[in-house]
């Protein structure tokens, strides 16, 4: 069943492009504050050092829908001249919002999206977080992806505080919420198909993000997503940072798709890659994953939510498996957050905005 215009906003940007690496820009979407202010660009040859487009100035604000207010976590995907953007509008709430542009400027009027309008009346979530947009070469049509805490699952052990507010000697606040990761999809991004849960490895988990993994094999069965997401637990639990998990190429057989550890087949994630318990910025909570491949190289780039500025880090692996530090080469506009960070062709952004030049 699909579903008409509702309530659903998010502004995150991946995008698509069949040019060579030398031929694209890396562009950085993200907001400052709490989302009140807009949608904000930054662009880099290298995908290290990012600067500001559009003078620092948002390429979108925020549209007033009542309680709806923010663009937060934006994400932004391109594909046959057209960029599609989504965007969490609230901290609370059943929706978020999408916008389609030809050049990063003008946008359409923004469509508030509700996946959980036939949902049951019972399991009501109470939020709608970070959503992600992503092509999908498999289905034909575009993935949404977004974490939210349903009421059906709340208080069962593997929500935030894990049982811990239940022992009178630790004095642990209860936090009951438990996240989960569900998913719309669209080919318009006028309709949506109703929301279904997509990964749910038994703890909170929230920030969901996909690149699709092309093998580069004559046989396409090896292809495969992998997907980088945020342990919301508390720390005291394993919590706080950022995981990795992959599966294969359909994501609707089966479905929900089987989601497993690089390392183990048995386990739905692997251990931290970044944030505590990893070896790469250990003393820091992390949010906000985006994950690209550059070459033999996977980058992930993340959110040092408890910075007051300054707050992006990068994690590079190989292999999925080990990863390094390599947070001091790169260079955001030091109020930016929690966006991604997306490919798009040189000759596109040209046609709008000043790009720095390769390897810039």
Same mark, same amino acid.
């Not at 978020?96 to 049951?120: C, H, I, M």
């Not at 004095?171 to 998913?183: A, E, G, N, Y």
């Not at 038994?202 to 997401?229: K, L, N, Q, Y």
């Given at each position: 069943?699909?579903?008409?215009? +509702?309530?659903?906003?998010?502004?995150?940007?991946?995008?698509?492009?069949?040019?060579?690496?030398?031929?694209?820009?890396?562009?950085?979407?993200?907001?400052?504050?709490? +989302?009140?202010? $807009?949608?904000?660009?930054?662009? %880099?040859?290298?995908?290290?050092?990012?600067?500001?487009?559009?003078?620092?100035?948002?390429?979108?604000? #925020?549209?007033?829908?009542?309680?709806?207010?923010?663009?937060?976590?934006?994400?932004?995907?391109?594909?046959?001249?057209?960029?599609?953007?989504?965007?969490? %509008?609230?901290?609370?709430?059943?929706?978020?919002?999408?916008?389609?542009?030809?050049?990063?400027?003008?946008?359409?009027?923004?469509?508030?999206?509700?996946?959980?309008?036939?949902? #049951?009346?019972?399991?009501?979530?109470?939020?709608?977080?970070?959503?992600?947009?992503?092509?999908?070469?498999?289905?034909?049509?575009?993935?949404?992806?977004?974490? %939210?805490?349903?009421?059906?699952?709340?208080?069962?052990?593997?929500?935030?505080?894990?049982?811990?507010?239940?022992?009178?000697?630790? &004095?642990?606040?209860?936090?009951?919420?438990?996240?989960?990761?569900?998913?719309?999809?669209?080919?318009?991004?006028?309709?949506?198909?109703?929301?279904?849960?997509?990964?749910?490895? +038994?703890?909170?988990?929230?920030?969901?993000?996909?690149?699709?993994?092309?093998? $580069?094999?004559?046989?396409?069965?090896?292809?495969?997503?992998?997907?980088?997401?945020?342990?919301?637990?508390?720390?005291?639990?394993?919590? &706080?940072?950022?995981?990795?998990?992959?599966?294969?190429?359909?994501?609707?057989?089966?479905?929900?798709?089987?989601?497993?550890?690089?390392?183990?087949?048995?386990?739905?994630?692997?251990?931290?890659?970044?944030? #505590?318990?990893?070896?790469?910025?250990?003393?820091?909570?992390?949010? +906000?994953?985006?994950?690209? &491949?550059?070459?033999?190289?996977?980058?992930?780039?993340?959110?040092?939510?408890?910075?007051?500025?300054?707050?992006? $880090?990068?994690?590079? %692996?190989?292999?999925?498996?080990?990863?390094?530090?390599?947070?001091?080469?790169?260079?955001?506009?030091?109020?930016?957050?929690?966006?991604?960070?997306?490919?798009?062709?040189?000759?596109?952004?040209?046609?709008?905005?000043?790009?720095?030049?390769?390897?810039?």
């Amino acid at each position: 069943m699909k579903i008409r215009i +509702g309530c659903f906003v998010m502004v995150t940007i991946i995008l698509c492009s069949a040019l060579p690496a030398a031929d694209d820009v890396y562009l950085l979407s993200y907001f400052k504050g709490n +989302g009140e202010t $807009g949608v904000y660009l930054a662009a %880099s040859g290298d995908g290290l050092t990012f600067q500001d487009l559009n003078e620092g100035k948002p390429v979108l604000t #925020p549209p007033q829908w009542a309680g709806q207010n923010l663009t937060r976590d934006p994400s932004i995907v391109y594909r046959e001249g057209l960029f599609h953007m989504v965007w969490t %509008s609230s901290w609370t709430g059943e929706c978020s919002g999408a916008a389609t542009s030809r050049d990063l400027k003008q946008w359409s009027e923004p469509v508030r999206v509700q996946p959980f309008q036939n949902w #049951p009346a019972d399991d009501r979530p109470a939020n709608t977080w970070a959503p992600e947009v992503h092509w999908d070469p498999v289905q034909k049509n575009y993935a949404i992806i977004w974490s %939210s805490a349903t009421a059906g699952v709340q208080g069962d052990g593997g929500h935030n505080s894990g049982g811990l507010e239940k022992d009178p000697a630790r &004095k642990v606040k209860p936090d009951l919420r438990h996240h989960r990761t569900f998913i719309s999809r669209t080919t318009d991004f006028r309709s949506f198909t109703d929301a279904q849960v997509f990964f749910s490895p +038994g703890v909170s988990e929230i920030d969901a993000m996909m690149a699709f993994d092309d093998r $580069g094999t004559p046989d396409a069965s090896d292809d495969r997503w992998v997907m980088v997401c945020k342990n919301e637990q508390m720390q005291e639990l394993g919590g &706080k940072n950022i995981r990795v998990t992959t599966v294969p190429a359909d994501l609707t057989k089966p479905f929900p798709p089987q989601f497993r550890s690089p390392t183990d087949p048995g386990k739905p994630w692997s251990g931290p890659v970044a944030g #505590p318990g990893s070896s790469v910025q250990a003393d820091q909570w992390t949010e +906000g994953p985006t994950l690209l &491949k550059v070459g033999d190289e996977w980058r992930l780039y993340f959110d040092r939510f408890r910075l007051k500025a300054n707050r992006f $880090g990068l994690a590079a %692996s190989t292999d999925l498996v080990q990863w390094i530090d390599r947070t001091s080469e790169l260079r955001v506009p030091p109020q930016a957050m929690h966006g991604t960070i997306f490919r798009a062709p040189r000759s596109v952004i040209l046609k709008t905005f000043s790009m720095p030049r390769p390897g810039s």
